[in-house]
């Protein structure tokens, strides 16, 4: 399926949402390519994993932002990597390199370059260890078997539609709960 196909696909699973988060977070290796950068030279030609550029290009479409969580004890390739396939101008945050706190860190790098609320981003990744760390930020993680694909878009979307209704509903319980409190006359009127 080509990249124009792929797009089309995942406009319509997009299309499907009515709650879509403001940015999609990746890794790198096995997630949006299928190898380790450090296992690679600058001057080979990279390769997506084949539906990974239409989702980026559908999301994209849809005024959602991407950025980049990656541990790679290699950021020059990934970055030249990321280069070589054209998709560096698709990223609003690029946070590449080693790390051993399990891509908390570059969590606290993006949100803090975009300001976007943890509990507003979707994040892919391949490393169980990365989505568990991850998840407990507030971030809805989705561990991904064989990159990213149609398949992990929609569950993605559907988990990220899941979490965001179920914060909604105990905001709404809070805020009455807590609103009920104030409805004393305030001592300055």
């Not at 390739?77 to 998709?87: E, M, N, R, V, Y």
């Not at 569950?155 to 979490?163: I, T, Y």
């Amino acid at each position: 399926m080509g990249d124009e196909k792929v797009k089309e696909e995942a406009l319509q699973i997009i299309g499907a949402f009515q709650v879509l988060p403001r940015l999609v977070v990746f890794d790198l290796d096995y997630t949006l390519w299928p190898f380790y950068c450090e296992c690679r030279s600058k001057r080979e030609m990279p390769s997506l994993y084949p539906q990974a550029k239409g989702i980026l290009y559908a999301l994209k479409d849809k005024g959602i932002d991407l950025a980049i969580a990656s541990r790679s004890p290699t950021a020059d390739i990934a970055k030249t990597f990321i280069d070589k396939l054209s998709i560096k101008p698709m990223f609003v945050a690029q946070e590449i390199f080693s790390s051993w706190t399990h891509k908390t860190d570059h969590f606290q790098r993006i949100h803090s370059r975009t300001g976007v609320p943890f509990n507003s981003m979707l994040f892919f990744d391949d490393e169980n260890r990365n989505i568990q760390a991850v998840s407990k930020m507030g971030v809805t993680s989705i561990l991904v078997g064989n990159g990213v694909n149609l398949g992990a878009l929609r569950e993605g979307l559907q988990r990220f539609s899941q979490n965001w209704n179920a914060s909604e509903k105990n905001k709404q319980k809070w805020l009455k709960k807590y609103s009920k409190k104030s409805d004393t006359p305030n001592e300055d009127e």
